[in-house]
């Protein structure tokens, strides 16, 4: 009898954490296709908030701040980000290792706004 609770608890675990892992990838392809989202970014977090404030010329640099992405236009001239509520600048005035940084961003302070 023992032995089958214990063949049960790690079959369960087994199960937990496959299906914890396969909605991970899940939840990180659903943020990665999105061209529409807010990311509230920390420079602590990863270096591409602090280059992204390089690539615009933002002196002093914020270590803290909310950024608002719109690639949804298929016109790369059109796309844009917004720092705050009202700093807009053009997506392409980021270098491609920021661009890429952003869209493929996955953590917890990334929300799909499309």
């Known amino acids: 009898m023992n032995k089958y609770l214990s063949d049960t608890f790690l079959f369960l675990i087994l199960i937990t954490l496959f299906c914890s892992c396969s909605s991970s990838k899940k939840t990180d392809n659903y943020l990665k296709k999105s061209k529409y989202f807010i990311i509230y970014a920390d420079s602590d977090d990863d270096y591409i908030f602090s280059r992204l404030q390089d690539d615009l010329n933002i002196y002093p640099k914020m270590e803290r ?48 706004l499309d």
């Open 65 to 112: 701040y909310r950024l608002t992405v719109d690639i949804r236009n298929p016109d790369p001239a059109m796309n844009y980000i917004i720092i705050g509520e009202t700093e807009r600048f053009p997506w392409t005035k980021l270098s491609e290792e920021v661009r890429k940084g952003l869209v493929n961003w996955t953590g917890s302070n990334k929300e799909r």
